[in-house]
């Protein structure tokens, strides 16, 4: 039995894109970040890890890992991993992360694989909920319209200008928000416009719930964030409830809903648990491990 790893480039990718989602499949084509790697057992394919250089060269994000059930308990899954680690070495990387949902189909073997390549213990980052038309229904039914105090006004996205723009890029410096919490933080993923919203206080921009496209049918609750001093004050839960009536105007289109909640935010957790858990269609805890090289 022969085992090869290898960076894959062009149509060579085309026998190992079954091993990933049609998504990461997409961002590959795309993004010059991201580098697939594939195994091969006897000369078939049997494998693949695909890895997202940042922009700054100083971490890799270990987007997916799968090996084949036929080729299992072969080895082959350490051996990527390991040329995985090998090519973030020569390009002076000093971390590689990955994550996985604890109920994915493969997550028993991912844990395995990288407790057996030395990685951290996995820890718990957040719970990613996914629901339908009728989570958006029960949300709009239990919930009264807000109304803003004095002073504060909810936008759509789509009536915002280019200083808006700008402002919002600024804010990003002033901050120091995350790139996860800031609206361009997917370039490669397309806003709806239609369903989200800002939050101003006179002709300032203080806030924004941004909700992104994902194929065809789902919207990705992507980025909810206001500044520093109004957290707590209920503004976040007030904007999200306004863009998920949004959503309800265009359900027919976007049936489908996915939204991430980090384990530290009580007050959304909350929210989960009072206003939508009834109608939540499945909750994963979202895993994180990492390697340092």
């Known amino acids: 039995m022969v085992i090869q790893c290898r960076v894959l480039e062009g149509f060579h990718r085309v026998p190992f894109a079954r091993f990933t989602s049609s998504h990461t499949n997409d961002r590959c084509d795309r993004e010059p970040g991201m580098v697939m790697i594939g195994a091969s057992v006897d000369d078939r394919p049997a494998a693949l890890a695909v890895v997202f250089f940042s922009a700054d060269h100083e971490n890799a994000l270990l987007e997916s890992i799968f090996v084949d059930p036929s080729a299992r308990r072969l080895g082959v899954g350490r051996r990527l991993l390991e040329t995985a680690e090998a090519i973030c ?115 300032e921009i203080v806030g924004w719930m941004v909700n992104h496209l994902i194929g065809s049918e789902t919207l990705r609750y992507s980025s909810l964030w206001l500044r520093p001093d109004l957290v707590g004050r209920g503004f976040g ?21 996915i939204f991430q909640v980090a384990r530290e935010n009580d007050a959304m957790h909350r929210f989960v648990q009072r206003r939508l858990e009834p109608e939540i269609e499945r909750s994963s805890t979202l895993l994180r491990s990492e390697r340092v090289l």
């Open 237 to 257: 839960i007030s904007i999200t409830i306004e863009s998920i009536r949004r959503h309800l105007a265009v359900v027919d289109r976007l049936p489908r809903l």
């Open 89 to 203: 070495i020569e390009r002076s990387i000093r971390t590689l992360r990955g994550s996985w949902y604890h109920d994915a189909p493969s997550a028993s073997s991912i844990g395995s694989l990288i407790d057996a390549c030395g990685w951290s213990s996995p820890e718990e980052t957040s719970i990613v909920h996914r629901a339908g038309r009728r989570g958006l229904e029960h949300v709009d039914r239990t919930n009264r319209v807000w109304r803003p105090p004095g002073g504060f006004k909810v936008e759509s996205w789509s009536e915002l200008s280019v200083a808006d723009l700008a402002s919002i890029d600024a804010l990003q410096g002033e901050y120091g928000i995350p790139s996860g919490l800031h609206p361009e933080g997917e370039p490669m993923l397309a806003v709806s416009e239609s369903t989200s919203v800002v939050l101003r206080r006179g002709d």
